[in-house]
T-cell receptor, first 112, second 112 residues
Framework: GENVEQHPSTLSVQEGDSAVIKCTYS??????FPWYKQELGKRPQLIID?????GEKKDQRIAVTLNKTAKHFSLHITETQPEDSAVYFC???????????FGTGTKLQVIP | DAGITQSPRHKVTETGTPVTLRCHQT?????MYWYRQDPGHGLRLIHY???????DKGEVSDGYSVSRSKTEDFLLTLESATSSQTSVYFC???????????FGQGTRLTVV
C-alpha cells in the first residue's frame, strides 16, 4: 500500500528458527495495525493485531511490536514450523479514513 | 468463516467488454472493500464503501466503478476491461474501523 512499506519481500528460515517481518508507516495518526497470513490459493486471514496504545502483543508463537516514535511495527514468529510458510501482509489504518492499506507482502518459507 | 461470498469465482472475458463482480455478505457489516492482488504489489484498494450508497475511491480506482444499493451487496464493475485488469480480486468486510477484515474467496479474472 502507499502508506506502509514492508520488508523483506522474501524470507527463508530453517524450521525452529525465528522470523521477523518489519513494516513502516507514514501517518502518525494511524492507530490500528493488523497482520494477515495468506496461504497459497487461499484468502488472507488475520493472525494478530495491535493498537497504538499498546507496545507489544503476543499470541503463542507470534508477537507484534509497535514503535510509534519510529513509526514501525514488526511481526515475530518463534519456533517456526513448515505450516508457517505463507505470505504475510501488514496493514495500517490511517487516521481519519475508513480504509485499511496493505504492505506488499512477505513470502515466508520454512525449510524442514 | 464470516458470511461473505464472491461471484463469479473465475471469469475470462475479452478486452473492451464490461464485467461486474459481486460481493455478498450476511454479517450486516458496515464497511466493504474491493482489493486487487498482483505479484509484487500485495493487496491494493480499488474502492470501498462505508454504508449504503456511500462509496469512495482507493489507490487504483481508474477503470473501475462500484455500487452499493443494499447493505449486503457491493458490486465492482470494470467499465471496459483491459489486459492490465487481469488479477485476483478480493472483497473484504469489517463491522467498524479498527476491526478485523474478513475476506471473500477471491475472483480470478482474466482479460484476453
Amino acid at each position: 500500500g502507499e502508506n506502509v512499506e514492508q520488508h523483506p519481500s522474501t524470507l527463508s528460515v530453517q524450521e525452529g528458527d525465528s522470523a521477523v517481518i518489519k513494516c513502516t508507516y507514514s501517518d502518525s495518526a494511524s492507530n490500528y495495525f493488523p497482520w494477515y497470513k495468506q496461504e497459497l490459493g487461499k484468502r488472507p486471514q488475520l493472525i494478530i493485531d495491535i493498537r497504538s496504545n499498546v507496545g507489544e502483543k503476543k499470541d503463542q508463537r507470534i508477537a507484534v511490536t509497535l514503535n510509534k516514535t519510529a513509526k514501525h511495527f514488526s511481526l515475530h514468529i518463534t519456533e517456526t514450523q513448515p505450516e508457517d510458510s505463507a505470505v504475510y501482509f501488514c496493514a495500517d489504518e490511517p487516521g481519519g479514513y475508513q480504509k485499511v492499506t496493505f504492505g506488499t507482502g512477505t513470502k515466508l518459507q520454512v525449510i524442514p | 468463516d464470516a458470511g461473505i461470498t464472491q461471484s463469479p469465482r473465475h471469469k475470462v472475458t475479452e478486452t473492451g467488454t464490461p464485467v461486474t463482480l459481486r460481493c455478498h455478505q450476511t454479517e450486516n457489516h458496515r464497511y466493504m472493500y474491493w482489493y486487487r492482488q498482483d505479484p509484487g504489489h500485495g493487496l491494493r484498494l480499488i474502492h470501498y464503501s462505508y454504508g449504503v450508497k456511500d462509496t469512495d475511491k482507493g489507490e487504483v480506482s481508474d477503470g473501475y466503478s462500484v455500487s452499493r444499493s443494499k447493505t449486503e451487496d457491493f458490486l465492482l464493475t470494470l467499465e471496459s476491461a483491459t489486459s492490465s485488469q487481469t488479477s485476483v480480486y478480493f472483497c473484504a468486510i469489517t463491522p467498524d474501523r479498527g476491526r478485523e477484515a474478513f475476506f471473500g474467496q477471491g475472483t480470478r479474472l482474466t482479460v484476453v
